[in-house]
Every structure is written in structure tokens, then in C-alpha cells.
């Protein structure tokens, strides 16, 4: 019998901020996530693991959350501010 892995996924997801705050690129989240699942998950099989860490790589896509929004567009109006 397969369990759903989607509320596995989605809870991961959405506490990614916390838990890959220095996660700098994708190998580094992958990382992370496979820790959180030894971790918290640990009764799921490698095949349900490599499942879930996919589904979540892909959720954090979805939000952009390795995009460039990161890296000063947070400021990009301050300049205008300063004119």
C-alpha cells in the first residue's frame, strides 16, 4: 500500500524558510531536506524519501524560492526614495 506523500511535501515546503535559511543553491536544500526526512521521517522508505524530496524541490521552484528576488530586488526601490 503507497502512502500519500503529499501532506509529507507540502509540510515540508512550507517550513523551508526556517529550516534551509543558509541553503545557498539547490544541492545545499536537497541536502537539508534529505537530513529533515532521516530526521522526522524516518520510518519512509528511500524510494517514498528520493519521492518527497523531489515534491518539494519542486514546490520551492514553484515559488521562486531559489530565485533572484533574493539578491536586492527586496531594495530595488530605495533608490528611487533617495532622488
Known amino acids: 500500500m ?4 503529499r501532506p509529507i ?3 515540508i515546503a512550507s517550513q523551508a524558510e526556517d529550516f ?3 541553503a545557498s543553491n539547490r544541492d545545499q536544500a536537497r541536502a537539508g ?4 526526512l532521516t530526521l ?3 520510518d519512509l522508505t ?7 524530496t523531489d515534491g518539494v524541490m519542486a514546490e520551492l521552484e514553484r515559488e521562486d524560492f531559489f530565485g533572484t528576488e533574493f539578491v536586492g530586488d ?3 526601490e530605495e533608490p528611487d526614495a533617495e532622488d
Not at 503507497?2 to 506523500?5: G, H, K, P, S, Y
Not at 531536506?33 to 529533515?36: A, C, F, K, V, Y
Open 9 to 11: 511535501i507540502e509540510e
Open 74 to 76: 527586496a531594495f530595488k
Open 46 to 52: 528511500p524510494a517514498d524519501k528520493k519521492k518527497v
Open 2 to 5: 503507497d502512502i500519500d506523500l
Open 40 to 42: 522526522d521521517y524516518a
Open 20 to 22: 534551509l535559511a543558509g
Open 33 to 36: 531536506i534529505s537530513e529533515l
